[in-house]
């Protein structure tokens, strides 16, 4: 008998609280739209009370999404879950996700409350969410550090109230797997209503165990939802890792007997789009999303797999949608057969305008580069759909000197605001030179807080993937640039960087900033 297990993404709620991993609004919306086409089961798209921003981005997703549940965080009380409430009033599906804290350090250094207070505040704030909506969550903050008697106290009256799911969460990654396990299983036989709910797990990684908790959560502990964000994304050392937890369980199905209904073949499409999003980088050997994830380096390895796939692969790399890195399309390649492959890796573009400008970079690509491969495609279209802000600055041409023994120079020519203006500059490096040749005429005075450069396919004939992070009076924004030349692809980042603080795109508050 198979169960089904329920995948709850919270990577733009809990995922975005990682320091550095802003997003924008129209970030969150290309990011919520790749985790329905992943088949999520709930999307955690905020924290409605925390800022005007989360609660409007909460909206837009809202309206946007129809075949996963849209979920807004809210603390145990009425103003917050009105507000959750209010912000998925389009959805299709919403739910109210509310928390309090019940371990004995939170409630009383940080709640200054008295266990029955936080039992009565969670009831009513269960009862109060349950007259706003259907579905509500409740989760037990520091869960895994609580005192199981009274834990299972408040579960119990949280499933009274109306919560159809309960999760406790090991909010700072302190458990074992076993021992969290069991400690599911023995809260789920205590309540004496637990029937009446989905038990959920909410697993971080500061031990590097909240994948196997979650699993032990599941297997030992009978939980069916797993709360989990892309790539592990997270505060600190992050959340429990999505691609992991639903390939440990498609792949180990003989052991596990669950089913998600995740549509394996998108996880490495929204691993991309969450990296180049927020500009943290994948680590080579991670599992699964990670690019040597499927790269067999050792002769005996090779030959292995060569003989029998399955002497050295326990997954496909296609199934979980690394393309066999085939050339797909060339200089001689028209507009539908764009299109086509677009619509093949699963894109839809907004609008005809947004299309064409996708087309002409393309073929701007393509006389570049003789090999396009769907990695170059998924960059040029995120370029795109990542830059949808009205373009105040524009490359218009680089040149660049750079020799051994000699200070390296550049030359900017880009327009803003229509006009064309000139900046030159020397610096350590090219990429140096070029930036502040754009810095010297546009005086941002932007701090810059992140650069990284990733090669797009395996090789030097590759596209570089820029990503500069700008930060002025509190605002962060990313910016994304591609190009085969890696101080163009540098530039392009600057500049969609530049634009985006220059359009006022803000960036939308984690939780705890604004509250
Ligand atoms: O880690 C945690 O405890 C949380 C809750 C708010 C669900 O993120
Ligand atoms: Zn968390």
């Not at 996963?68 to 299709?92: F, G, H, M, P, Y």
């Not at 500061?206 to 994948?211: K, N, Q, S, Y």
């Not at 297997?219 to 890792?241: F, H, K, M, P, W």
Request: proline fraction near 3%; charge should be negative.
């Amino acid at each position: 008998m198979t169960d089904k297990l329920i995948i709850f993404d919270t990577t733009l709620r809990d995922g975005e609280q990682s320091p550095g991993a802003s997003m924008t609004s129209e970030e969150k919306l290309r990011i919520a739209r790749q985790l329905e086409r992943l088949k999520v089961d709930v999307i955690e798209a905020g924290f409605a009370a925390s800022s005007p921003g989360d609660f409007e981005c909460i909206r837009s997703i809202a309206a946007a999404v129809k075949d996963s549940t849209v979920c807004s965080l809210a603390r145990a009380n009425e103003n917050d879950i009105s507000r959750a409430a209010e912000a998925l009033k389009e959805a299709q599906r919403a739910r109210i996700h509310t928390f309090i804290a019940t371990s004995p350090l939170h409630m009383e250094k940080k709640l200054r409350m008295t266990p029955e207070q936080v039992l009565e505040q969670t009831i009513k704030a269960v009862r109060y969410a349950r007259s706003l909506a259907e579905d509500v969550e409740f989760s037990a903050e520091d869960g895994s550090r609580s005192e199981m008697d009274f834990l299972a106290r408040v579960c119990e009256a949280a499933i009274r109230e109306g919560a159809r799911t309960i999760n406790i969460p090991d909010t700072v990654g302190y458990a074992i797997p076993e021992q969290f396990g069991a400690f599911i299983k023995e809260l789920r036989e205590k309540v004496p209503n637990s029937d009446q709910a989905i038990w959920s797990v909410h697993c971080h990684d500061d031990l590097g165990l909240a994948v196997a908790n979650s699993l032990a959560g599941v297997y030992i502990g009978g939980a069916r939802q797993v709360e989990c964000t892309i790539n592990g994304l997270g505060e600190r050392a992050g959340n429990c890792s999505m691609e992991e937890v639903v390939m440990a369980c498609r792949t180990r199905r003989d052991y596990f007997h669950l089913e998600t209904g995740i549509d394996t073949t998108q996880i490495v499409p929204a691993s991309r789009l969450v990296s180049r999003t927020t500009g943290f980088v994948v680590q080579p050997n991670k599992a699964i999303v990670g690019a040597n994830a499927f790269a067999h380096a050792s002769g005996i390895h090779q030959d292995g797999v060569l003989k029998a796939r399955d002497t050295y692969e326990i997954m496909r790399a296609e199934d979980v949608g690394w393309s066999a890195n085939k050339i797909v399309l060339g200089k001689l390649s028209g507009r539908n057969a764009f299109k086509q492959r677009l619509q093949e890796l699963g894109i839809t573009l907004g609008s005809e305008s947004e299309l064409l400008a996708a087309f002409a970079r393309f073929k701007d690509l393509a006389d570049r580069k003789s090999e396009i491969f769907d990695e170059d495609i998924l960059a040029l279209v995120s370029d795109e759909s990542l830059a949808p802000v009205k373009e105040h600055y524009g490359l218009v041409s680089l040149s660049q000197h750079s020799e051994t023994g000699e200070q390296p120079s550049a030359e900017v020519i880009f327009t803003a605001g229509g006009k064309e203006v000139t900046g030159t500059s020397t610096g350590n490096g090219p990429v140096d030179a070029s930036l502040k040749a754009i810095e010297s005429q546009v005086q941002s005075g932007a701090d810059m807080v992140l650069y990284s450069v990733n090669a797009i396919s395996g090789n030097t004939e590759s596209q570089g993937e820029v990503t500069v992070r700008l930060q002025k009076e509190g605002r962060i924004v990313n910016g994304v640039g591609a190009d085969p030349d890696i101080v163009v692809a540098s530039v392009k980042a600057y500049i969609n960087a530049l634009n985006k603080l220059h359009s006022g795109a803000v960036r939308v508050k984690a939780q705890g900033e604004g509250v």
